[in-house]
């Protein structure tokens, strides 16, 4: 079981709000990803960071941008949130080729 | 173009019963698969892995099993229990590099008293 915490767990804000999703973890995880899910459907991969100064883009598509200045902490951020965004935002973490464990998730709802 | 695939939306089983849970996938790149349980307002919990490596792997109630050659990838949970009733994800990914999970689109699966 990893130590793996995402704040806030719920988020309902504005249109054209700028926003920021935590995601901390206390293990020395070299490895950090963002993944977004709709309901009912598959997890999709948006950022992941291989390590300190290391942010790269994922397989879907995001206008979410990352930063990953300390190992523990890999934020993620929208500029100006659109209903289009309502989701469920998880992050996950690993070291090396060890299995990767999720935070809580934060799910967010874009008026 | 659905690299992995559950196609059952949702399974039903009675309690103690055996619950078997199917996943197929496209790209042969895959080397490691994983199975998560995941609750609507949770983040995914790891249940179980398998490297290629391997054809089978057994932990508990929970067993996996990779059929290479079909692309198929199976989770037997036995005896099923109430408690189990979750979406189940069945991910995969490349071991080396960035290990980018590619995931299946879940199957809900209720175990009946």
């Known amino acids: 079981e990893a130590d793996i915490y995402q704040t806030p767990r719920y988020l309902v804000i504005g249109t054209g709000k700028k926003i920021t999703l935590e995601c901390s973890q206390t293990?020395?995880?070299?490895?950090m990803y963002w993944y977004q899910q709709d309901p009912g459907m598959e997890l999709h991969l948006i950022h992941y960071?291989?390590?300190?100064?290391?942010?790269e883009k994922g397989d879907l598509s995001s206008e979410s941008t990352v930063s990953r200045i300390r190992t523990e902490h890999f934020p993620l951020t929208l500029e100006s949130a659109r209903p289009s965004h309502t989701s469920q935002y998880l992050c996950?973490?690993?070291?090396?080729?060890?299995?990767?464990?999720f935070g809580p998730g934060t799910r967010l709802l874009v008026l | 173009d659905q690299q992995v695939k559950q196609n059952s939306p949702s399974l039903s089983v009675q309690e103690g019963r055996i619950s078997i849970l199917n996943c197929d996938y496209t790209?042969?790149?895959?080397?490691?698969f994983l199975w998560y349980k995941k609750y609507p307002a949770e983040g995914p919990t790891f249940l179980i892995s398998?490297?290629?490596?391997?054809d089978k792997n057994e932990d508990g109630r929970f067993t996996v099993f990779l059929n290479k050659s079909a692309k198929h990838l199976s989770l037997h949970i036995v005896p099923s229990q109430p408690g189990d009733s979750a979406v189940y994800f069945c991910?995969?990914?490349?071991?080396?590099?960035?290990?980018?999970?590619?995931f299946g689109q879940g199957t809900r699966l209720t175990i009946n008293p």
């Open positions: 996950a973490s690993t070291r090396g080729q060890e299995t990767q464990y």
């Open positions: 960071s291989y390590g300190v100064n290391s942010t």
């Open positions: 991910a995969a990914s490349e071991i080396q590099g960035a290990q980018k999970l590619v």
């Open positions: 293990m020395g995880h070299d490895k």
């Open positions: 398998i490297s290629s490596i391997k």
């Open positions: 790209n042969s790149m895959f080397d490691y």
